[in-house]
């Protein structure tokens, strides 16, 4: 809730990352950053370079049947997917007519057809056409189920754009400023390059710059990077230190084995605020020299558990209460009566718990649990309402594992000795069934 809190107040991000194709060294591409009203700028150029959709069939009849829209035989417009006429049934162009005569097609027939169709048909048209009383270059190209006229001005727009190094989007303008990271890999953290087959085949394979992929410490440029649980991504801590203090981390292929190992893009931005958390039994867990940065630059903050038990606090629970029914959408709504009770238990907890007085417990989490099972109590009880009486048998049933277990048994071991085989007995070191030297500390130690 801090880190959306965080979010919300940021301004929306203003800068754009591009990698861009490296025509002296393909493998070190570089990084572009583009600012708002250079990104706009360049949307206006390429939708001025994409040229006009029109209906098949106002094309040149020629036109139309060079790119499978129109059957040569009976004039029948249909999608350039059939290469047979779904009319006359025939061959749509003179392509697959060759194809029919060739010496295979006894053996495989219509596969050969329109295998043979689609190699020799065209996606582009290059012709000539008279405009205000001048001629002048004109190209078709099919996109999809239409068609796509590029004049002789979109053509010069096109070369010119074409002459700038080409370019991949890593990290649009438009985009979220709260970045969840919990529990991430090695590969969604910090990027990757992915592998080419045809280890970037002028021919064949994909451009380095085109494989390269950002992580989530770069997509959190300008914005939050949160990460719950953070000591469970052990050694990685290592890189967000590194990219907290630089403001920028580059971007490697992360498998040796793969053709994305040689590409590395450097000086990739990554300047973002980091909001991290962690249970306090995990504390010792998080690197001393990130904790080290979190408190040059920042705040360690520990939530409270409680809170004041006055009136504003409970009208708070009771919305809580509220809206923890209204999410589950299974369970009936709760009386007046049920949301004191629940609010008496919370009140309970903080002095149980938590030793404080006049106050109430602040683990929902705990407390939304106990309204669930007593709505699923309510429900197989036929009951329309959560009722006082539902909350107190949720208490019971919702106890921990370890306290169902010390109260049927006694203690926790003698739970645990109770269900062990004999072998497990005598390889066990804690000796859960020797109830004659019993010592409570021994099955922790």
């Known amino acids: ?23 002296q060294n393909p493998e070190r591409p570089f990084v572009q950053i583009m600012d708002r009203e250079q990104v706009l700028k360049d949307a206006e150029v390429q ?76 996606d582009r048209v290059t012709t000539t056409r008279k405009r205000y009383g001048k001629e002048e270059v004109v190209v078709y190209e099919r996109a999809g189920e239409m068609i796509m006229v590029l004049d002789q001005k979109t053509l010069e727009k096109r070369r010119e754009i074409e002459k700038v190094s080409p370019s991949k989007v890593l990290v649009p303008l438009e ?7 919990t529990g991430a890999s090695q590969t969604e953290l910090l990027g990757d390059v992915r592998h080419d087959p045809y280890g970037s085949h002028p021919n064949l394979g994909t451009p380095p710059y085109e494989r390269v992929v950002a992580g ?64 306090i039994q995990d504390l010792e867990h998080v690197l001393s020299p990130l904790r080290s940065r979190i408190i040059g630059s920042g705040y360690e903050v520990l939530v409270d558990v409680t809170m004041p038990d006055d009136e504003m606090n409970r009208a708070k629970l009771a919305q809580f209460i509220t809206q923890e029914i209204r999410q589950d959408k299974r369970i009936p709504p709760a009386t007046g009566e049920t949301v004191k009770a629940v ?29 669930r099972t007593a709505g699923d109590i309510a429900t197989s009880k036929k009951s329309k309402f959560i009722l006082p009486e539902h909350i107190e048998m949720a208490m019971k ?49």
Request: proline share 6%.
């Open 397 to 445: 049933r919702s106890k921990t594992i370890e306290d169902q277990i010390k109260e049927k048994y006694g203690t926790y071991q003698r739970g645990v000795a109770s269900d062990m085989t004999g072998a497990q007995k005598a390889n066990s070191p804690y000796h859960y069934w020797n109830q004659e030297h019993y010592d409570d500390r021994r099955g922790y130690e």
């Open 47 to 122: 939708e001025s370079a994409e040229g006009e959709l029109i209906d098949p069939k106002a094309v040149p009849v020629n036109v139309a049947e060079r790119l499978g829209f129109k059957c040569m035989n009976c004039g029948t417009y249909s999608t350039p997917k059939d290469r047979i006429c779904p009319k006359c049934a025939k061959p749509k162009s003179t392509q697959i007519t060759r194809g029919v005569d060739s010496p295979f097609g006894d053996l495989l027939g219509g596969i050969v057809e329109a295998t043979l169709g689609q190699l020799t048909d065209k």
């Open 343 to 371: 609010i008496d238990e919370a009140r309970r907890r903080a002095s149980r718990i938590d030793k404080a007085e006049n106050a109430l417990t602040l683990r929902l989490r705990e407390l939304g649990g106990l309204v």
């Open 175 to 181: 985009r979220k400023s709260f970045v969840l990271s």
């Open 216 to 279: 989530t410490i770069h997509e959190a440029h300008q914005g939050v990077l949160f990460i719950d649980e953070l000591p469970h991504l052990g050694h990685y801590q290592r890189f967000i230190l590194t990219a907290m203090q630089e403001h920028r981390f580059p971007i490697t292929g992360r498998n040796s084995q793969s053709s994305g190992a040689s590409v590395r893009v450097d000086n990739v931005p990554c300047d973002f605020i980091f909001v991290g958390a962690c249970n």
């Open 1 to 23: 809730m801090i880190a959306q809190a965080l979010a919300l107040h940021l301004p929306p991000p203003s800068e754009e990352i591009r990698v861009v194709h490296n025509p």
